[in-house]
């Protein structure tokens, strides 16, 4: 009885180390979606805003820098409305409201450069998919903006089989490299996070493909 007794203190003082180290990886792994949550998605807003000023500053005449100034405000918007929601540990509102087709579109609207959204999967797919996709394409676009000299990009989201497609193509400088930045070490982990990859080919001078594909039950 009493072996019996000691036996199971020990068993329980073994299953509270391992359950505590299971609470300080959870904590940790909840810390590390924040963080990438607000890089990959409020920053990126904040940062095309920054742009989109620019280019009023430098826009020819009031009638082109009232233009910028719209898409300017509607992105405060957007950027308070996704770290309102973020506070709240909710998606970005355009995304859990309407699905990856209408963010993307969100996006594309709120971007400095013509994007092309080529493709888009007729219906919703999973809810961690919509997600990690929403954020490939944010960044990629925050990415292509900020870095590329492109003169346009492209969009394409397809389900084939098990797998969804996403890809995101500048014709720009070329030369991307994840070890200069978070960025697109945030994508592979938030992708391999869903047991997908993601990879970048980016020749110098030839433009930039990010893709990433990730599994999805037909
Ligand atoms: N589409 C692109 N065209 C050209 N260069 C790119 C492109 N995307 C990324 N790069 C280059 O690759 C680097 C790494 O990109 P990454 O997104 O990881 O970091 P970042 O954008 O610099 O910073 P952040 O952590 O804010 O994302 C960039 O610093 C940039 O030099
Ligand atoms: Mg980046």
Do not use: W
């Amino acid at each position: 009885m009493l072996h019996r007794r000691g036996e199971s203190v020990a068993t329980l003082v073994r299953e509270l180390r391992s359950s505590r180290a299971r609470l300080v990886s959870a904590a940790d792994a909840e810390r590390r979606r924040i963080e990438r949550d607000l890089h990959d998605g409020a920053q990126q807003r904040l940062a095309s805003l920054l742009l989109n000023v620019a280019l009023a500053r430098r826009a020819d005449g009031p009638g082109a820098a009232a233009g910028l100034l719209d898409t300017v405000e509607a992105e405060l918007i957007a950027a308070l409305a996704e770290l309102r929601a973020l506070a709240a540990g909710a998606l970005p509102p355009v995304l859990a409201d309407h699905g990856l087709e209408a963010a993307v579109e969100d996006l594309v609207a709120s971007s400095p450069l013509a994007v092309a959204i080529e493709a888009m999967p007729g219906r919703r797919l999973p809810e961690p998919v919509e997600v990690a996709a929403y954020f490939v394409v944010a960044e990629a676009l925050a990415n292509v903006a900020k870095h590329a000299g492109a003169r346009s990009a492209s969009v394409r989201v397809r389900r084939t089989g098990a797998i969804v497609a996403i890809e995101v193509r500048d014709d720009g400088a070329g030369g991307a490299d994840p070890a200069r930045g978070s960025g697109l070490r945030g994508l592979a982990d938030r992708v391999g996070a869903l047991g997908g990859r993601l990879r970048c080919e980016s020749p110098a001078g030839r433009g930039t493909r990010l893709t990433a594909e990730i599994p999805c039950a037909p």
